[in-house]
């Protein structure tokens, strides 16, 4: 996912980039805006993606509304810098790569406009931020999401030496609802690693959409993929794994004790999810982007969903 953004949708640095001076860049003073756009802050589809399994942890099992929206606010804040952290990581580790594909070969690191050590002082800012927020949460959660860095560190090195690295986001990139089923109730509970579970397939499924954009450039720099390992049997693939997110958040509620009401709730995101797989086509760059954002309102729905059986 670290590649993300519409190759169509250019500012101007070259006719295929995915580097776009838009949203929050463009409003920032001019010796600013590289290190925004190498956290990305001009397409928060990324934020949005590593926020919501933390929702989902808050809606089963936050004591109370405060609660709940106090940790959905610290959680909100935390996927923006952690995720602009890991994109900075990925940046280093890619950097020589990003180079030869001409949609990434614009962005900060690749294109000189921020030096490596630059980049190694903003990480450590960020990271500074992000343990700001860490503190604020129970010490289980501190502990917990602390452990998320090392794969956040080691992902960028999966798509070199496995055919799955969709694999290793779906676990990087669903930490939050362990953490915040932890950060909630101070302590794990069988519904928190279902919860995990779902996350990681609707990970696994989203990311294989977004890689079908890269499938060519991916292929000849030798950077590996669940597209380029799937190919035309992605839809049967996602038809799979979208069916085992429902099938585990559904357990997750269940074993939550929610009211019933969640499950006429979750067909709405599999509803959603259904339409994914019936309009695929991975020869469609610009329809796999378009349909790997809409998973953000497929993660909303199931936020709805379990609200709907809250006691």
């Given at each position: 996912m670290d590649k993300g953004g519409d190759p169509s949708e250019g500012a101007g640095v070259a006719p295929y980039t995915d580097i776009r001076r838009e949203g929050l860049p463009a409003w920032l003073p001019a010796a600013w805006v590289p290190y925004a756009l190498l956290?990305?802050?001009?397409?928060?589809?990324?934020?949005?993606?590593?926020?919501?399994?933390?929702?989902?942890?808050?809606?089963?099992?936050?004591?109370?509304?405060?609660?709940?929206?106090?940790?959905?606010?610290?959680?909100?804040?935390?996927?923006?810098?952690?995720?602009?952290?890991?994109?900075?990581?990925?940046?280093?580790?890619?950097?020589?790569?990003?180079?030869?594909?001409?949609?990434?070969?614009?962005?900060?690191?690749?294109?000189?406009?921020?030096?490596?050590?630059?980049?190694?002082?903003?990480?450590?800012?960020?990271?500074?931020?992000?343990?700001?927020?860490?503190?604020?949460?129970?010490?289980?959660?501190?502990?917990?999401?602390?452990?998320?860095?090392?794969?956040?560190?080691?992902?960028?090195?999966?798509?070199?030496?496995?055919?799955?690295?969709?694999?290793?986001?779906?676990?990087?990139?669903?930490?939050?609802?362990?953490?915040?089923?932890?950060?909630?109730?101070?302590?794990?509970?069988?519904?928190?690693?279902?919860?995990?579970?779902?996350?990681?397939?609707?990970?696994?499924?989203?990311?294989?959409i977004y890689a079908h954009q890269d499938r060519e450039d991916d292929a000849l720099v030798g950077i590996r993929s669940s597209a380029l390992t799937l190919g035309d049997r992605t839809a049967g693939f996602l038809g799979v794994t979208f069916t085992a997110c429902i099938l585990l958040l559904a357990a997750a509620g269940w074993t939550a004790g929610l009211h019933p009401l969640f499950l006429a709730g979750l067909l709405l995101p599999a509803a959603h999810f259904s339409w994914q797989v019936r309009r695929l086509d991975i020869h469609d760059p610009a329809l796999c982007l378009r349909l790997f954002k809409s998973n953000r309102d497929a993660g909303l729905l199931v936020v709805l969903a379990f609200l709907l059986g809250r006691p």
């Open positions: 956290m990305r802050l001009d397409r928060p589809i990324g934020s949005w993606l590593l926020y919501l399994p933390g929702p989902w942890a808050f809606a089963v099992a936050a004591p109370s509304w405060g609660r709940g929206l106090w940790l959905a606010l610290l959680f909100g804040v935390g996927a923006v810098v952690m995720r602009g952290a890991g994109c900075v990581v990925n940046d280093l580790w890619d950097r020589d790569l990003d180079r030869q594909v001409e949609r990434t070969r614009g962005r900060p690191l690749a294109s000189g406009a921020v030096t490596p050590r630059q980049a190694l002082a903003f990480l450590a800012g960020l990271m500074l931020v992000g343990l700001a927020i860490l503190v604020q949460l129970p010490l289980p959660a501190i502990l917990f999401g602390a452990a998320s860095l090392v794969p956040i560190v080691l992902y960028p090195l999966a798509k070199r030496v496995t055919n799955w690295p969709q694999a290793m986001l779906g676990f990087v990139f669903t930490w939050a609802a362990p953490t915040g089923w932890l950060a909630a109730t101070g302590h794990f509970a069988a519904p928190a690693f279902l919860l995990w579970g779902a996350a990681f397939f609707w990970t696994l499924a989203y990311d294989t």
